[in-house]
């Protein structure tokens, strides 16, 4: 089987793990953009590509000079959001397409394969809230074309399911299940905290994510300042660590700055995948404070399984996805709240039995509903069955071979 990725310029190591994982040791291509977003993720990927790429390009990027200027400077002054090149006839070769979000250029591509060329599409929804992304107002054409095209929408949260409900799509056309990751690579062991830059000595507090606003940095910065200024934690040397990288950095650094936290915190910047499991292990507790905005609320949060699989306790907030994903292993604070973290992990530091009662709760959770060799076998049985379906359709009532239809 030849499989089709499309995920653009959003293509990170921790989500392409369940491909690796896939029955039968399919053909798969990445059909990726570049762009700045690209390059941060892919700072986390630490070694080649897993699999073969197709490289597919913004019109900034290719085409007339002058054109391609001039979209840069509308793009730069105007606000107007670059577009992808069509590339849907390079699609023709594959049996399956599995594509990301109902209002991306590259799902677009994917619904004109599938009406040209009858190649079983697969949309992967991550989004949370209905009717969202729909500015400029092609994005609106683009979802309304794609839920009609797609044979199949897969989800991984019950978020996700609903959002798509309420646009019209039927439930029998909708698959959920769970992501996963390597719970074997993911794992408690002996933490290396030399390595990083921390003492044994330390009560470590551990960031991983982006650093932007809507992971909710801001407040935790704010939290560990009322932790260091708590008297009745005097005893206690805490130690912020922070991995990740992306837009924000500058931000950051001047709050930690302004609230006098430099001595307490230590950047790390990306870390290879497959050295994370080095970095939850040299956490006391797991912290992803993330916050709502209008356009976005936390769609799973995959730091989350991985510290819960590491054994690590977790402090994190309602918002979005994350209750329906940590359950009762995990403490749930409001968003927004520097107050209420500060009190969730104040309780944490001062009661040893508390956190390894969360570690235990949040390694077992990880174990049960999110290894990747699971989610992997069912993503396989959706594909066997849009491959059956299309060989059925291939043919008539009398057994003979139907030819495709190619509209112009």
């Known amino acids: 089987m030849r499989l089709a990725l499309l995920k653009g310029n959003r293509f990170n190591a921790w989500h392409l793990e369940l491909y690796r994982h896939l029955r039968g040791d399919p053909d798969v291509v990445m059909f990726r953009a570049e762009s700045e977003i690209q390059r941060y993720l892919d700072e986390q990927d630490g070694g080649a590509p897993p699999f073969a790429e197709e490289r597919i390009y913004f019109d900034t990027q290719c085409g007339n000079p002058a054109t391609r200027l001039m979209n840069v400077l509308r793009g730069r002054y105007a ?25 991306t250029d590259w799902s677009a591509e994917a619904a004109v394969a599938r009406q040209r060329y009858g190649i079983p599409l697969a949309v992967m929804v991550w989004d949370n809230i209905p ?21 199949c929408f897969l989800v991984h949260t019950d978020r996700s399911l609903r959002t798509l409900t309420v646009e019209g799509v039927p439930t029998n056309r909708i698959h959920k299940f769970p992501p996963g990751i390597d719970t074997g690579l993911f794992c408690p ?76 915190c230590t950047f790390l910047g990306s870390v290879p995948y497959d050295r994370m499991p080095e970095v939850y292990r040299c956490a006391d507790a797991f912290v992803l404070p993330s916050i709502a905005t209008p356009e976005w609320q936390e769609q799973f949060g995959m730091a989350i399984i ?103």
């Open 79 to 103: 606000g107007r959001e670059a577009r992808i090149v069509p590339f849907h006839e390079r699609l023709q070769a594959y049996d399956i397409i599995h594509t990301w979000e109902l209002f």
């Open 131 to 151: 009717f969202n992304m729909e500015h400029p107002d092609y994005r609106r054409e683009i979802k309304r074309r794609v839920i009609a095209a797609a044979d």
């Open 189 to 264: 062991g002996q933490a290396s905290r030399g390595a990083f830059g921390v003492s044994d000595e330390e009560f470590v507090i551990l960031f991983v994510g982006w650093l932007l606003p809507r992971k909710g940095i801001d407040f935790l910065l704010l939290a560990l300042r009322e932790l260091l200024s708590d008297s009745a934690l005097a005893t206690h040397k805490l130690r912020l660590l922070m991995a990740g990288s992306g837009p924000g950095k500058d931000r950051v650094s001047q709050l930690i700055a302004r609230l006098g936290l430099k001595d307490a």
């Open 306 to 408: 991985e510290a819960m699989s590491c054994g690590v306790p977790v402090v994190t907030t309602y918002s979005g996805a994350i209750p329906e994903i940590v359950g009762d292993a995990a403490v749930l604070c409001q968003p927004n709240d520097f107050v209420s973290l500060h009190a969730a992990l104040k309780d944490l530091i001062r009661q040893p039995s508390r956190r390894a009662g969360l570690a235990a709760a949040g390694r077992a959770r990880a174990m049960g509903c999110f290894d990747v060799r699971r989610a992997a076998q069912t993503l396989s049985d959706i594909y066997d069955s849009l491959l059956g379906k299309r060989n059925e359709s291939q043919f008539d009532a009398e057994g003979a071979k139907i030819r495709p239809q190619h509209p112009g």
